[in-house]
């Protein structure tokens, strides 16, 4: 564990992740926080409301289920349904692998250059279990996590226009 006075010590690899994946986070967080104004419009509530409904349900998962079982309910135009739709299984999508570094430990050897995640699930089989998988985060690792963030942005982009267009209490 890296001492908080030492931080500014840093190796910049292991400083770049934990830059990305703080923005992953930060970029999650504001657009799921979008799931809000969608339920309001949805479920022809007020937002405040809708804030009630949206912090009640306390998974990501429950939320998106939500919205989507609003959404297919037969009083909601069809053009809107299949836009929504598409937004919650991006969701979905993304989530996974931003899930995946939340719920992981981290590993750098000493000088910070090759770095690794663990992650933190079981693997059960019929007689036994695994525990620890580890991946490389490499060039490749982080370039994916980057592509995660500007996925997240454009599901942003798109739900704003989607609560615009729908007139969805903002």
């Known amino acids: 564990m890296t001492d908080p006075a030492k931080s500014g010590d840093l190796p910049p690899r292991f400083r770049e992740i934990l830059l990305l994946v703080g923005q992953m986070n930060y970029s999650w967080t504001n657009t799921e926080s979008l799931l809000i104004h969608v339920i309001a419009g949805l479920a022809e509530t007020d937002k405040e409301t809708a804030i009630v409904i949206f912090l009640t349900l306390n998974t990501t998962r429950a939320r998106l289920d939500l919205v989507d079982r609003l959404a297919k309910m037969n009083r909601i135009d069809e053009s809107a349904r299949d836009e929504i739709l598409a937004i919650t299984r991006d ?3 993304v989530l996974k692998h931003k899930n995946r570094y939340n719920h992981c430990l981290y590993s750098f050897d000493a000088d910070g250059t090759q770095a690794k995640t663990i992650m933190m699930r079981i693997a059960e089989t019929k007689d036994s279990i695994k525990i620890g998988k580890t991946q490389d985060l490499n060039a490749a ?5 980057k592509q995660s963030i500007n996925t997240i942005e454009a599901i942003n982009q798109r739900t704003w226009a989607l609560i ?4 969805f209490p903002t």
């Open 91 to 93: 969701m979905v999508r």
């Open 141 to 145: 690792e982080v370039d994916k996590i």
């Open 164 to 167: 615009l267009k729908n007139d």
